[in-house]
Nanobody
């Protein structure tokens, strides 16, 4: 069983910072691409940032220069440092990852997983 568990959300004033963390736990063999998505009320879920296993990153235009995604492969963890937060950043933030598990001694199965989400609220 694999779980992605987020932490670090909360309430912050505009211009402030938050750091989100997400750890992949359970029978994890390896984790490839990991990312953060967000969903605001009444809107579709959207990409915030993704990072490959070798550190190649991609950001949504709306967060470039303000958010930084990073990862600690040895801990199966991805981070999202969010600076200069704006009210429009308010959303539930979800962690996503392509996780490989071992079945038996040699079978590897890769599946995509989502975390349960963490609320980020930015007040004006």
């Amino acid at each position: 069983q694999v779980q992605l568990v987020e932490s670090g959300g909360g309430l912050v004033q505009a211009g402030g910072s938050l750091r989100l963390s997400c750890v992949a736990s359970g029978s994890v063999f390896s984790v490839a691409t990991m990312g953060w998505y967000r969903q605001a009320p009444g809107k579709q879920r959207e990409l915030v940032a993704v990072i490959s296993s070798v550190g190649i990153t991609k950001y949504a235009d709306s967060v470039k220069g303000r958010f930084t995604i990073s990862r600690a492969n040895a801990r199966n963890t991805v981070y999202l440092q969010m600076n200069i937060l704006k009210p429009e950043d308010t959303a539930v933030y979800y962690c996503n990852g392509d996780v490989t598990v071992l079945r038996g001694s040699s079978t590897r199965i890769t599946s995509n997983y989502w975390g349960q989400g963490t609320q980020v609220t930015v007040s004006s």
